[in-house]
């Protein structure tokens, strides 16, 4: 296909000669230009057509993989047309998907999206992918297997973008300093993850950082992080002064939104939150049904500490309880999601919680690289199928 057809709206009158991956109907000059760039760097042909001349298209609609409607610049009767449109394509097994769309299409059953930006052009490839998939097998040009095939590769497009998306959620930069220091291990089971972290310098005294684990793993899971992330909320900004949230008011005020919003799928999390004077190293701290956090001190000792709090998001008036340590030189503090638990070590029901061999092997060492030892234990070890999940430790070496 030449240039002229690809980035120009056709003559009137012309219709389509040729087969053509996408075809976009527009009444600009052009297609949105991430969508042009991604279609050139996929290798997909496309044509555009100005969305009047459409009547010029309907007898050689065999022609068109799938359809981009772009619906930038149209005026609000050339909007309603749209579903005309679509539902023409769609009679031809042809799916449609629609860009920049400001009338209310929600109770239609095609792709919409309001805008176009970075963010979603791989998601609009993951849908490109599966539509050209469906009508292959609709065509009768692909095998089921092909198609599912193509299919799945949408699918998992879609999850790498979304696993990219959800780490641009999580602290970009830790604020360490010279009394301390932050490290980070995150290995999501899949693409995506059922653990969220973050830690945030809420003034220049205090330091509010919390490991939170929704019930799960995968896409369900994840999308409850970004709840959780949105309800989390360290502190309250009121005209020109603030108030810093206690960990008990964190974790109580996350439970009850959770609660209340009543979320499907019975979707639960654990968390546990810490609040740390970064000028007298005291931290007081809260959890719920998330595992003790562990201190281990200079000498190799190893200390759980154990406050009670039950899942978030069950009952809205649970009650959490508040602790208090004084963290002191030579500490290393360790927040841990429960996939790192086989590892780390287990519950005993006569001698009380036993730590594994190979994690006191590594208490010794620096908390950077033994978090590299507990990642090379979790490569290693022989975990059950119902034992597969999300790793996170969120650490803190006081130096």
């Known amino acids: 296909m030449n240039t002229t057809t690809q980035h120009r709206i056709a003559a009137a009158g012309l219709t389509l000669s040729e087969p053509v991956d996408v075809l976009i109907l527009t009444n600009k000059r052009s297609a949105p230009a991430q969508v042009e760039e991604m279609l050139e760097e996929r290798g997909l042909t496309f044509s555009l057509f100005a969305l009047k001349d459409f009547a010029n298209l309907t007898s050689r609609l065999e022609l068109v993989g799938t359809v981009i409607i772009d619906a930038a610049g149209m005026a609000l009767f050339e909007q309603k047309d749209i579903i005309a449109v679509v539902k023409t394509f769609e009679a031809n097994n042809i799916a449609a998907i629609v860009l920049n769309c400001w009338i209310d299409l929600s109770d239609q059953n095609f792709a919409i999206s309001t805008t176009v930006s970075s963010s979603t052009t791989e998601e609009l490839w993951g849908r490109l992918q599966a539509n050209l998939a469906h009508r292959r097998f609709a065509a009768g040009k692909a095998t089921m297997a092909e198609s599912r095939t193509m299919m799945t590769q949408a699918v998992f497009e879609q999850l790498k973008m979304a696993g990219k998306v959800q780490k641009d959620f999580l602290p970009a930069n830790l604020p360490s300093s010279p009394a301390f220091s932050w490290h980070i291990l995150f290995e999501p089971a899949e693409f995506v993850s059922g653990d969220i972290y973050d830690v945030a310098r809420l003034d220049e005294n205090n330091t509010g950082f919390y490991l939170a684990d929704a019930v799960g793993h995968s896409l369900p899971?994840?999308?409850?992080?970004?709840?959780?992330?949105?309800?989390?909320?360290?502190?309250?900004?009121?005209?020109?002064?603030?108030?810093?949230?206690?960990?008990?008011?964190?974790?109580?005020?996350?439970?009850?939104?959770?609660?209340?919003?009543?979320?499907?799928?019975?979707?639960?999390?654990?968390?546990?939150?810490?609040?740390?004077?970064?000028?007298?190293?005291?931290m007081t701290y809260a959890r719920g049904g998330h595992p003790y956090p562990l201190v281990i001190h200079d000498d190799g000792s190893i200390e759980q500490l154990q406050v009670r709090g039950p899942l978030l998001?069950?009952?809205?008036?649970?009650?959490?309880?508040?602790?208090?340590?004084?963290?002191?030189?030579?500490?290393?503090?360790?927040?841990?999601?429960?996939?790192?638990?086989?590892?780390?070590?287990?519950?005993?029901?006569?001698?009380?919680?036993?730590?594994?061999?190979?994690f006191l092997s590594a208490t010794s060492q620096p908390l950077g690289k033994m978090l590299e030892s507990i990642k090379s234990f979790i490569k290693d070890h022989k975990f059950k199928q119902a034992e597969i999940d999300d790793v996170t430790i969120v650490g803190l070496e006081i130096k």
């Open 221 to 282: 899971a994840a999308l409850l992080t970004m709840f959780i992330k949105q309800a989390a909320v360290m502190r309250e900004t009121v005209g020109n002064s603030y108030r810093i949230f206690d960990p008990v008011e964190v974790v109580s005020n996350l439970n009850m939104r959770m609660a209340s919003q009543k979320l499907s799928g019975c979707q639960f999390a654990t968390c546990c939150y810490c609040l740390l004077n970064t000028k007298t190293l005291e």
């Open 313 to 358: 998001g069950v009952f809205d008036n649970a009650e959490f309880l508040q602790g208090r340590f004084q963290l002191v030189s030579g500490d290393k503090l360790l927040l841990y999601s429960d996939g790192v638990e086989p590892v780390i070590g287990k519950m005993d029901a006569n001698a009380g919680f036993q730590f594994t061999g190979e």
